[in-house]
T-cell receptor, first 120, second 113 residues
């Protein structure tokens, strides 16, 4: 149980194009989904938190117009990197959680396998 | 400010020996602590979490972690390491009502045959 998928697993695009990454919870309904970015041999950097049917909450320093997040249903969130540039090349990971414990702080996040984005 | 620290960038252990990956925390209120493992070019896999109750938490793949309030630690342990345990390990704290996690910087575990 608690499987999260991401698609695509890797993508190469030209500078200036937009790329959409999908994150799906396969066997549970995700109240909240999170989007992270990870650089080689580093920890995860949270980009934004999204709740189904509402606008995403972006972390400080993350451009909301560049990284568009849509959480259209309880099983699907998408991240669109608009007008991608080489500096956007990174490993993007999503996670999903469902509220079940006494506090959101105790919810387990289940992670997708990640998407490797390379912008040429 | 709340933080999670993993003081070792890398831990090396021989196969069959016990392993420990260290984690300390500095949080306001109750700590809600998680361990995740990441294999190369993959997402994170949940191992275990401490919310309340028994200080010794058992998780997946034979891992366990001991919560120590006086030392503000939550070290990950396994009695007998496998080569396949070699990976990047993250400790995290559930920091807010949004469910946001605060991650440590990660520790690379290398198990040698």
């Amino acid at each position: 149980g608690a499987v999260v998928s991401q698609h695509p697993s890797w993508v190469i695009c030209k500078s200036g194009t937009s790329v959409k990454i999908e994150c799906r919870s396969l066997d549970f309904q995700a109240t909240t989904m999170f989007w992270y970015r990870q650089f080689p041999k580093q920890s995860l950097m949270l980009m934004a938190t999204s709740n189904e049917g509402s606008k995403a909450t972006y972390e400080q320093g993350v451009e909301k117009d560049k990284f568009l997040i849509n959480h259209a249903s309880l099983t699907l969130s998408t991240l669109t990197v608009t007008s991608a540039h080489p500096e956007d090349s990174s490993f993007y990971i999503c996670s999903a959680s469902s509220t079940g414990g006494p506090s959101r702080r105790t919810d387990t996040q289940y992670f997708g396998p990640g998407t490797r984005l390379t912008v040429l | 400010a709340q933080s999670v620290a993993q003081p070792e960038d890398q831990v090396n252990v021989a196969e069959g020996n016990p392993l420990t990956v260290k984690c300390t925390y500095s949080v306001s209120g109750n700590p809600y602590l998680f361990w995740y493992v990441q294999y190369p070019n993959r997402g994170l896999q949940f191992l275990l979490k401490y919310i309340t109750g028994d200080n010794l938490v058992k998780g997946s793949y034979g891992f366990e972690a001991e919560f120590n309030k006086s030392q503000t630690s939550f070290h990950l342990k396994k009695p007998s390491a496998l080569v396949s345990d070699s990976a990047l390990y993250f400790c995290a704290h559930g920091s807010s009502n949004t469910g946001k996690l605060i991650f440590g910087q990660g520790t690379t575990l290398q198990v040698k045959p």
